[in-house]
């Protein structure tokens, strides 16, 4: 629900504060190495269950997000376009 009044302006949200969501190396290769740790985890749940193969995937899913963090701590979290 809008809580502005007629003679309030409602606040715009910044397109500055978007331009820098995601468009980086370090996000991409992120969202890469955890998109095939979630295809491996739904392919173990399909096998049986194989709980080894999906406690693996588990495992890469947590060495992705640690990629991509260390990634952008290196300087690679700077979006691809430039800004």
Do not use: Y
């Amino acid at each position: 629900m809008d809580k502005t009044r007629a003679d309030q302006p409602a606040t715009q949200v910044s397109e500055e504060a978007h331009d820098l969501h995601g468009n980086s190396p370090a996000a991409w290769t992120a969202v890469t190495i955890v998109l095939i740790a979630f295809t491996v985890g739904a392919i173990a749940m399909v096998l049986g269950p194989n709980w080894l193969l999906f406690w693996i995937s588990v495992g890469i899913a947590l060495l992705g997000a640690l990629t991509g963090k260390v990634m952008q701590l290196l300087g690679f979290g700077v979006p691809a376009d430039g800004h």
